[in-house]
């Protein structure tokens, strides 16, 4: 059973910062890209950054200069270092991986449970 936990959410002042981690364990023989997501109430989850497996990184156009993802592979650990944050910005954030459980298995995504950011003063 795969699972990925993601921590470091929480309340945070109009350009704060916040730093979210991203662990991945359980039966995994590989992981491929990972990435973060977010969902506002009452809007469609979207994206926030990816990163390849050959550490390729990719992030929207709205936190391109603040946000930055990278990646752990020996943790399996994605993270998201989020800066100069904006109200707007508070949601859920979940993070997500594309990976294989055995040498043989297809690649499947893996969502996380999802953890509040709130940017608020």
């Known amino acids: 059973q795969v699972q990925l936990v993601e921590s470091g959410g929480g309340l945070v002042q109009p350009g704060g910062s916040l730093r979210l981690s991203c662990a991945a364990s359980?039966?995994?023989?590989?992981?491929?890209?990972m990435g973060w997501y977010r969902q506002a109430p009452g809007k469609l989850r979207e994206l926030v950054a990816t990163?390849?497996?050959?550490?390729?990184?990719n992030y929207a156009d709205p936190v391109k200069g603040r946000f930055t993802i990278s990646r752990d592979n020996a943790k399996n650990t994605v993270y998201l270092q989020m800066n100069r944050l904006k109200p707007e910005e508070t949601a859920v954030y979940y993070c997500?991986?594309?990976?294989?459980?055995?040498?043989?298995?297809?690649?499947?995504?893996?969502w996380g449970q999802g953890i509040q950011v709130t940017v608020s003063s």
């Open positions: 997500n991986a594309f990976l294989r459980e055995t040498i043989v298995a297809p690649i499947k995504v893996y």
């Open positions: 990163i390849t497996g050959g550490s390729m990184m």
């Open positions: 359980g039966s995994i023989f590989s992981i491929n890209g």
